[in-house]
């Protein structure tokens, strides 16, 4: 039992090596596409009169 143990290790972590790449090239792809959507969902939450406020700050208060 302890040698299929081992053999069975063996094989998970040189496994592991072989599509470790892949792994980390998905995991990027993904954390990216993640990053990307965030980004879009916060700009569409924006408030524009908050940006409109902004910009009237630095007329003096005109509009």
């Known amino acids: 039992m302890n040698h ?3 053999c069975l290790v063996l094989a998970s972590i040189a496994c ?3 599509f470790a790449p892949d792994v980390r ?3 990027r792809r993904l954390l990216s596409a993640g990053v990307r959507a965030g ?3 916060l700009m569409e939450h924006q408030r524009p009169t908050h940006i409109t ?3 009237s700050h630095h007329r003096g208060g005109e509009r």
Do not use: G, N, P, S
Request: glycine share 0%; aromatic share 0%; hydrophobic share 55%.
């Open 39 to 41: 980004t879009a969902t």
């Open 4 to 6: 299929e143990v081992a």
């Open 16 to 18: 592991a090596r072989a």
């Open 53 to 55: 406020d902004r910009h």
């Open 25 to 27: 090239i998905a995991l």
